[in-house]
């Protein structure tokens, strides 16, 4: 019994051997890191917002798309018939709210320009002819009346009649 | 309705039995309540105060579960700073201490399952970052002596480490003199004489293998 006392006593001073280590600075570190830390939070937050707002926008930005289209066909008319006068954004005068509509109106009716060809020998490209409602309506459907040509047998003769 | 874990009120139960005392074990000093009070809202020099004073049985005890001084110090760490952003959970249905100990053994035992692989390869090369320069035996002991006494040294860590983690977790623990059976109990998950009986079977083995 002793002995098996003794085994035991001499295994326990090994196995607290093996931990019997200190850290130093700990208190030190984790205080660092804590400060360190301080605005971290911030970081991950920030950038949690800001890819909402990116997958919002290109939400936003791709249905706005279609129905952007379907106006720009419908005014295309009118914007070859009465262009719209320069906006002045310099003019002190003017207000946000007078200014606005001005601003985003001059900007979807910016004229269309020919493309300037990158080599001098090259045709510049002329700007494509305007769309107009007129060009994708359907047209009627024609039902004409059907004509047939008579058919003529001829008379069939028998050599061998008497 | 009392909210305090069973492992709590039976730790209360068997102290107060064996000893008469009636000081609940699972409820902190009040240095150490004030200390987290004061740090729960926000007072990072309470929270300094509260790592000086684990600190210790921290480290302890992430060694006992990784047996690298770096990982200790890694995870010991990163419980501290766990601890101080969980502390607004914390409502001292344990101590602190109880309560930062299974927060730090969670972690090491996380990273010895990640490192698994690299902590077999440690241990089948026997190499062992721990300091283990502490001779056993008697100072004025004969040249031979101390030589077998080293030898009985490194066969017993390398018996240690062939232990089964159950066994070899309670021993180490039990071992560093800096927890309770409770608190080792609390740490691991499981009963009190779960606990004592791991350690206890740990022994037999190493006597076994050791033939001592």
């Known amino acids: 019994m002793s002995q098996q006392h003794e085994a035991d006593r001499a295994i326990d001073a090994i196995a607290a051997e093996m931990t019997s280590a200190h ?24 950038v949690s917002v800001a890819a909402i707002a990116l997958a919002v926008g290109i939400a936003v ?4 798309a279609a129905p952007q289209a379907a106006a720009t066909v419908a005014r295309s008319d009118v914007r070859a018939a009465t262009p719209l006068p320069p906006v002045h954004d310099s003019s002190p005068a003017s207000t946000l709210s ?28 002329l700007p494509p002819s305007p769309l107009t409602i007129s060009d994708i309506q359907p047209k009627p459907l024609e039902i004409r009346p059907l004509v047939t ?4 047998v001829e008379r069939i003769q028998i050599a061998d009649e008497p | 309705m009392s909210t305090r874990p069973v492992t709590c009120a039976i730790t209360e139960l068997l102290i107060i039995g064996a000893d008469g005392q009636t000081q609940p074990t699972c409820r902190d000093e009040p240095g150490v309540r004030a200390l987290v009070t004061a740090a729960q809202t926000g007072h990072r020099e309470a929270f300094g105060e509260l790592v000086a004073l684990h600190e210790r049985v921290v480290f302890r005890t992430a060694l006992a579960a990784l047996r690298t ?10 419980a501290f700073v766990a601890a101080w952003r969980k502390l607004h959970r914390f ?5 602190f201490r109880t309560w930062i100990l299974r927060i730090v053994w969670r972690k090491a035992i996380d990273r010895r399952r990640l490192r698994r692989l690299w902590w077999q390869r440690t241990q089948a090369h026997g190499n062992h970052d721990v300091a283990g320069t502490e001779q056993i035996g008697a100072p004025d002991a004969s040249p031979e002596q101390r030589a077998i006494a080293r030898d009985l040294e490194r066969r017993t860590r390398k018996a240690i480490d062939r232990l089964s983690p159950k066994l070899r977790d309670a021993l180490l623990l039990a071992a560093s003199g800096e927890h309770t059976y409770e608190e080792i109990a609390a740490t691991l998950d499981a009963p009190v004489g779960t606990v004592k009986w791991r350690v206890a079977e740990a022994r037999r083995k190493l006597r076994d293998e050791l033939e001592v």
Do not use: C, F, K, Y
């Open chain 1, 98 to 125: 007078e200014r606005s509509p001005q601003r985003t109106v001059a900007t979807a009716r910016a004229p269309i320009q020919g493309i300037e060809p990158a080599h001098p020998d090259l045709p510049a490209l």
């Open chain 1, 149 to 152: 040509e008579l058919l003529v």
């Open chain 2, 69 to 78: 001084r770096e990982d200790a110090e890694d995870v010991s760490q990163e």
């Open chain 2, 91 to 95: 409502r001292g249905d344990s101590t």
């Open chain 1, 61 to 64: 930005h791709s249905h706005s």
């Open chain 1, 23 to 46: 850290a130093p600075e700990l208190r030190a570190r984790v205080l660092e890191q804590l400060d360190g830390r301080r605005g971290g939070w911030l970081l991950p937050i920030g």
